[in-house]
């Protein structure tokens, strides 16, 4: 419990400050529970927090209490994506590493996530599901707003191994201090005007 409450702190401490804010768009195809989609939002938030991202979420399909939102129906602008969550790959593998857990279309700024991709690595490697679409989705945001690149280590890796998924069981996994800068750089700070559209 100490070396955990000290990990918090020390990450606290490397924090930048809150004073960008995404909003991102969910459409939720694969039917997730609130309590899931409440845990994933979370998690993520926390992850964006700490390049100084306050994150809002709007939810066009799936996880709604009311009537549709009117964002839905707008155009995304510069601090907007859209995530949309599926529940398989439409393709099926598509590659020598395995089944993605995630994709995405950084020229239109929507990525999409599958879920029962995210759940058989999820049991694989002992994390709950919710934290590992919570790392997916922060990883494709990074896509989102850095574009295609991927960095040698991690949210950001192209492919997590036995390192990663040990970090992220213990929510150390992370962003390093240049793609927490340059989200942070991609997203106008609060007060400011938006540039333009995507």
């Known amino acids: ?6 990990s918090t702190m020390c990450m606290a401490a490397a924090e930048d400050p809150v004073d960008r804010t995404l909003t991102v768009v969910v459409y939720d195809y694969a039917g997730l529970s609130d309590k ?12 964006l927090s700490r390049a100084g991202i306050r994150t809002e979420w709007v939810h066009c399909l799936g996880h709604q209490r009311s009537q549709r939102p009117a964002f839905c129906d ?7 994506v ?3 969550i599926l529940e398989t790959h439409p393709a099926g593998p598509t590659n020598k590493s395995g089944d993605p857990l995630g994709s995405a279309i950084v020229a239109n700024s929507f990525a999409s996530l599958y879920a029962s991709e995210t759940r058989k690595y999820a049991d694989r490697n002992g ?12 990883h494709e945001i990074g896509h989102l707003l850095l574009g295609e690149k991927h960095a040698p280590l991690g949210i950001m890796r192209a492919v997590w ?8 069981a213990q929510r150390w996994l992370g962003l390093s201090t240049e793609e927490r800068q340059a989200l942070r750089r991609a997203l106008p700070a609060e007060g400011q005007p938006v540039a333009g559209s995507k």
Not at 161 to 168: I, L, S, V
């Open 161 to 168: 191994g036995k390192t990663e998924y040990r970090e992220m």
């Open 82 to 84: 859209l995530i949309r």
């Open 127 to 138: 994390l709950p599901a919710e934290n590992l679409m919570a790392y997916a989705m922060t």
């Open 36 to 47: 899931f989609m409440n845990d994933v939002e979370g998690f993520t938030s926390v992850l």
């Open 74 to 80: 707008g155009t995304l602008g510069a601090s907007s």
């Open 1 to 6: 419990m100490l070396v955990a409450t000290l």
